[in-house]
């Protein structure tokens, strides 16, 4: 995801549906587009790949009613022209407010506007001068499937975020309030300290503690700070062909950014979960198949399943040891490039654990009918 503003994406635009559409128009029309531009659908076209993160992207702030409010809001302000008390940059002369700057690390981390209140309101105007920060990286699991590994999934991750709080929305104000500019520096969170002589030094408001602003009635939820915790959830794209244990990189899903900096990055460490009957390697399925003596022997055909499709019918050769693996050409995972590994069938003669009369004598009849060299001369010096 790009540090592109938040604020000028139009999320209704990208997923078709109506500013005023319902939640489940949206995941309505959100399940059409993923589906029709899904990268397995598509392999390899590029646009429906961009598309599908956009969508993605689109519904992760529609698709969740809180977040959605607040973009709303968000876009209501820009819309208008003004940012709260600051629109037109700080009074007194101070930085000049740029929304490009807020924007940059809050949307691509997802945080959101509710964040960017906080960082204006929260611990204020010294933050505002602090250079731009990267967000932090962020670990988290995800457990799948065994065919989920195999063919690509995309999961649901909640993660804990720092973020506004929810019940002052980030400005520290008592619900129902909200903070007023400092009376003592005129919102600039610094003011004149006569030292005496020629020099005039600038120290930081004692009135509201450099942040610009003064809470008369402190919210009670977060004492005044504006911080909070919430979960937000993010869809994940578990790419086909991931091993258990491996760590998947997401770009710019980490913790957002301060001030302009980057959003961090999401690892999501991949558990599989093991298949009763099938297992991997590499881009193959391995898949270990009983037979008798009688078709190891005289050879057969065996039906053996597959993960993805129909079962097969392997041909087992007359003579065949037990321990020998076949291949059956691409029925294994699915590779980048659109192609399939294979499936390697290996044999196992399985040997009753017991015999009924007639099978007994049956086998010994065999013996004495083979009788020849012996199997394991070999294992001894002459
Ligand atoms: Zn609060
Ligand atoms: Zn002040």
């Known amino acids: 995801m790009t540090n592109t503003d938040w604020a000028n994406k139009d999320f209704y635009k990208v997923l078709g549906v109506a500013k005023d559409a319902s939640q489940a128009e949206i995941k309505k029309a959100y399940r059409k587009l993923a589906r029709a531009n899904h990268p397995d659908s598509k392999p390899g ?4 790949e961009e598309r599908f993160k956009a969508i993605a992207e689109a519904y992760d702030v529609l698709g969740d009613e809180t977040k959605r409010k607040q973009y709303d809001e968000m876009r209501t302000l820009f819309a208008g022209g003004g940012f709260g008390p600051f629109a037109g940059g700080r009074p007194g002369g101070g930085t000049p407010f740029d929304s490009s700057d807020l924007f940059g690390g809050a949307g691509a981390g997802g945080g959101g506007f509710a964040d960017v209140l906080g960082d204006l309101f929260g611990t204020g105007g010294r933050r505002a001068r602090s250079r731009a920060r990267r967000g932090a990286d962020i670990e988290t699991t995800a457990t799948i499937g065994f065919t989920e590994s195999v063919e690509g999934v995309t999961v649901s991750l909640r993660l804990a975020a720092e973020s506004a709080c929810q019940a002052c929305r980030g400005t520290g104000a008592k619900a129902g309030t909200m903070p007023r500019v400092c009376p003592d520096c005129e919102g600039v969170g610094m003011r004149a300290a006569s030292v005496g002589g020629a020099f005039q030094l600038n120290e930081t408001c004692p009135t509201c503690r450099g942040r610009g602003m003064v809470v008369d009635d402190p919210c009670p939820v977060c004492n005044g700070s504006g911080r909070g915790v919430s979960d937000r959830t993010i869809q994940a794209r578990i790419p086909a062909g991931v091993k258990d244990g491996q760590r998947i990189r997401l770009r710019g899903k980490g913790a957002p950014g301060e001030h302009g900096g980057q959003a961090g990055d999401l690892f999501v460490v991949v558990k599989v979960q093991p298949h009763p009957v099938f297992g991997r390697s590499g881009d193959n399925l391995t898949l270990t198949v009983p037979i ?22 392997v041909k087992i050769p007359a003579g065949t040891p037990s321990g020998r693996t076949f291949r ?15 499936l390697l069938v290996t044999v196992e003669v ?5 015999l009924n009369d007639e099978a007994r004598k049956a086998v010994e009849a065999y013996k004495a009918a083979v009788a020849g060299p012996d ?7 002459s």
């Open 45 to 48: 076209d590029k646009a429906a």
């Open 292 to 313: 008798t003596f009688d078709e190891a022997a005289l050879g057969a055909d065996v039906k053996v399943p597959t993960l993805l499709g129909a079962p097969v019918t």
């Open 375 to 381: 199997v394991r001369s070999g294992l001894f010096g």
């Open 328 to 342: 059956v050409r691409g029925r294994g995972a699915p590779r980048k490039d659109g192609t399939k590994g294979d």
């Open 350 to 354: 399985h040997v009753p654990p017991t």
